[in-house]
């Protein structure tokens, strides 16, 4: 939210010196965060001029420019003449006019200095300015002429000051519960809290008018999670506007400054309104409505143009404003096109309501059209405001624009007051741990505008109207923390229970996290939400079927993302995509999470609500309709898995890599992992494997398929895998430990085998394990040969085997014994024998 300095100084005081990091300060004190600075981007001599005489002048390019004498007042004279020469290009202006002169050392938005300068065969002695070059709007088809503003200034009056162009901005961050500062009417209270300045309530200098005879209907028959979609609803009606009438300077300026540009001003004055009192308010030209207004949800196949002139298909969950035509607007979000107000336009209704923030957030959201009123319905609007937002936009437009206000419009008021909260008189200072007096309780809560009654042993607390946030004691309590000052909380490091720590389970994933770290992958962290069919591309699958269903989102930050995530994978291809455009082209990632996915109905409504506890029976059932959120572990690695160096070509990352990263990951948990021919939809045939401790699966791997690749704009080659890391560590045979390194010799020998060529090396490199005995340090495959010299149906498996024992030299004849005990049993699993 975006604070111009002259803007709050009219409903709180300000000192004489304000400065923008007092304000700033101020509010930080109260819980805002500071954001930036906005300052005025016009300085030096920019002053009111007048017209005494122009020449026309013809030039050879076709265009026709004037040779201009202006007068700037003494204060501005050369050589003890006022009057400066400048060439103009513009025709909107006639001697005698008053108009804003730019002098040489000026600088403009931009930023662009102005000068004396030779052009046209005349020095130019400045520039006269128009709206945009000012900074004030976009209109640029002539120069700014002050007596259409309604202004008759002095000559050499300081323009930059006549049009508000001094002032300046603080801007803060508002939290989402917080909907109330996004207005300086908020932000002036809060800063009254923050330094005991006098608050002035803009609302209330305002007086409501009641009004009748405009026909609105409240039809809301789908109201979202049971909450009607309009409270409130007011109407007033304002004839005979001149909607082309300049918008006065002062308010294009505080709307430039709060991050608004000027429009025109019929919608200017609702703009600014409803950053004064923080309240949307929608202006309609009234000829252009066919009856009265409705308030109510899109029908099945309704469109609406909006006012940015896109044609938008409406979902049935859409609040909309319709006449007897048809939709004209999106409630709380934005109007639309076939009832905006024109330059042409003459009557007007002005509608402010209070919407249900939930339904226009859904709708914003939905149809990637967030604006400032959404932004503000989001977070809720003060429901009792909108009848005062109304009448003060009548009297802007009836007192700039020229309008008369009417006796018609309309008033629906459905709002409930707010819930009171009991408040034990110990709680504040039991939560915070400060020792607040009743006293500083009960002026904090009267403060921030809610209203005390005593009740045993504490206090009832009826919170403001504009703060729907306050609904429970903790949250009264944080108010009484945040009005008294932060700073008297005491900085206490909390004590850690004795005999605590990390979770064998906790222990062990973190340890599965530091071995690819140190293996030299990156951890990331990507969206843990997916479309359904990325979702349903990488689904868990077992025995060639998906036995889980997905976890939807019943309200989607992402309509092109509504579903939980099956499987880390897919945010790692976003992330390898991303790293890929930016030039990365070895990329080797890994990411720890939970996924989510269900076996049944998902949520209860078991779960009482009020009164005591539920109960051990409640708490399981909503144990049981949860979604499984099991930690995974998934592995992507794009590009060389060895760089290209001298005397070294390239090595592309293979399978190969991510079963050596899985292995790492199973190592830390001290579970033996195997590896069998496996498949996956999104994996090629031939080169994805299953992953498996004992005989239960626990992930995949593999490369992806080339199409699946091309169309994530990936290279050819990206090798995955996944783990399901909470089984792993559930199947792991014993606590990871650490071995002590033997200082004996090792003896090593190589071992040939021939087998069948379809029995698998995995298996048989297992056996020879086995049949090895404890002797056996290490053994690898080295070699897969397959052709002449041996059977069709065979291969030769090469495997170096290293041994070692921990106390004693091993003779070669131990060494060889433990290597054929490896031989007999591959050849009573597999008919392995010797290689000749």
């Known amino acids: 939210m975006r604070v111009p300095l002259s803007w709050l100084g009219e409903f709180v005081d300000l000192p004489d010196d304000v400065s923008l990091e007092h304000v700033h300060a101020s509010l930080v004190s109260v819980g805002f965060e500071e954001e930036d600075v906005h300052l005025g981007d016009v300085t030096g001599p920019v002053v009111v001029g007048q017209v005494l005489e122009f020449t026309p002048e013809p030039q050879s390019n076709g265009k026709t420019i004037n040779w201009c004498r202006v007068a700037v007042g003494p204060d501005f004279a050369t050589n003890d003449d006022d009057v400066r020469g400048i060439v103009c290009g513009a025709h909107n202006f006639r001697v005698g006019d008053k108009v804003v002169v730019t002098l040489p050392g000026a600088v403009l938005p931009g930023p662009f200095p102005i000068a004396a300068r030779k052009t046209y065969g005349h020095v130019s002695d400045g520039m006269m300015a128009s709206t945009r070059e000012l900074g004030l709007g976009d209109e640029h088809d002539g120069i700014l002429v002050l ?24 801007e803060i961050n508002v939290t989402p519960d917080r909907g109330y500062a996004l207005s300086i009417r908020g932000v002036a209270r809060e800063y009254s809290h923050a330094t005991g300045a006098a608050f002035r309530d803009p609302a209330s200098a305002v007086s409501p008018v009641a009004r009748d005879g405009f026909r609105v209907t409240i039809a809301d028959d789908a109201p979202i999670r049971g909450v009607d979609g309009v409270t409130t609803f007011t109407t007033a009606v304002v004839r005979g506007i001149d909607a082309t009438t300049p918008t006065p300077p002062a308010i294009r300026s505080r709307l430039r400054l ?126 009792l405001v909108a009848a005062a937002a109304v009448e003060r936009c009548v009297q802007l437009l009836v007192e700039l624009a020229g309008g008369t206000a009417d006796a018609l419009g309309s008033s629906y008021d459905a709002s409930v007051p707010p819930s009171a909260v009991f408040l034990p008189t110990e709680r504040a200072a039991n939560l915070i741990g400060v020792d607040y007096t009743p006293e500083e309780v009960e002026e904090s809560l009267i403060a921030i505008g809610a209203t005390l009654e005593n009740a045993d042993g504490g206090w009832t607390v009826v919170p403001p109207s504009w703060r729907s946030d306050l609904t429970t004691d903790a949250d009264l309590v944080e108010e009484v923390a945040r ?47 997916v479309s359904s069919v990325r979702n349903a591309a990488f689904a868990p699958v077992h025995g060639g079927a998906s036995p889980v269903s997905t976890v939807r989102l019943a309200n989607p930050l992402d309509v092109d993302a509504p579903e939980m995530r099956m499987s880390l994978l897919p945010g790692l291809l976003d992330v390898a995509r991303r790293n890929l455009a930016r030039g990365f082209a070895d990329i080797a990632l890994y990411e720890t999470g939970a996924v989510s ?110 199409q699946v690749a091309l169309d994530l704009d990936l290279p050819r080659r990206v090798v995955v895998a996944e783990l399901d890391v909470d089984r792993l560590i559930a199947l792991a045979r014993q606590e990871p430990s650490l071995e002590a390194i033997s200082s004996y010799p090792v003896a090593t020998q190589d071992l040939s085998l021939v087998v069948g060529a379809d029995a698998p090396a995995g298996e048989v490199l297992d056996t020879v394990v086995e049949g090895a005995g404890p002797l056996l340090e290490q053994a690898r495959l080295v070699d897969d040969y397959r052709g002449e010299g041996l059977p069709e149906a065979a291969k030769s498996l090469t495997f170096a085997l290293r041994f070692r024992a921990p106390d004693r030299t091993l003779t070669q004849a131990e060494a060889s014994e433990a290597k054929q005990g490896a031989v007999r049993l591959a050849g009573e699993r597999f008919g392995a024998t010797l290689r000749d």
């Open 258 to 383: 709060a991050g608004m540009r000027s429009i025109s001003l019929p919608v200017d004055i609702t703009n600014y309104v409803m950053l004064e009192l923080g309240q949307p308010l929608h202006a309609y030209d009234l000829r252009a409505v066919a009856g009265g207004l409705t308030v109510r949800r899109a029908a099945p196949g309704e469109r609406l143009t909006t006012l940015d002139d896109v044609d938008r298909a409406l979902d049935p969950e859409d609040l909309v404003i319709a006449d007897d035509e048809g939709p004209i607007g999106l409630a709380g979000v934005m109007g639309g096109a076939r009832t905006e107000v024109s330059s042409a336009t003459t009557d007007v209704v002005i509608e402010g309501a209070s919407f249900e923030h939930v339904s226009i957030a859904r709708s914003a959201r939905r149809h990637k059209l967030p604006s400032e009123a959404s932004r503000r319905f989001e977070r809720g609007v003060d429901p």
């Open 597 to 706: 996915f269900s076996r049944g109905p998902i949520g209860t409504d078991s779960i009482p609500v009020g009164g005591s506890r539920p109960g051990a029976d409640d708490l399981a059932a909503l144990d049981a309709s949860l979604p499984e959120q099991p930690h995974h572990l998934g592995i992507l690695v794009v590009g060389s898995a060895v760089d290209r160096q001298p005397g070294q070509a390239s090595v592309p990352a293979d399978l190969a890599d991510v079963l050596d990263d899985a292995r790492v990951a199973a190592r830390a948990v001290a579970a033996g992992l195997t590896v069998r021919q496996g498949f996956h939809p999104a994996l090629h045939p031939g080169r994805a494997a299953d992953l498996l401790v004992g005989d239960e699966v626990v992930g995949f791997a593999g490369e992806l398929l080339p």
């Open 147 to 170: 007596g259409e503003l309604g202004l008759d200034p002095e000559i050499g009056t300081d323009a930059v000051a006549l049009l508000g162009l001094d002032d300046a901005a603080v």
């Open 483 to 529: 009005i008294t000052g932060y700073g008297r909380i005491p900085s206490v490091l909390p004590v850690a229970p004795p005999g605590r720590g990390l979770t064998r389970e906790q222990r062990l994933k973190r340890a599965v996290s530091a071995s690819l770290a140190a293996a030299g992958l990156t951890e990331v962290f990507a969206y843990p939400f």
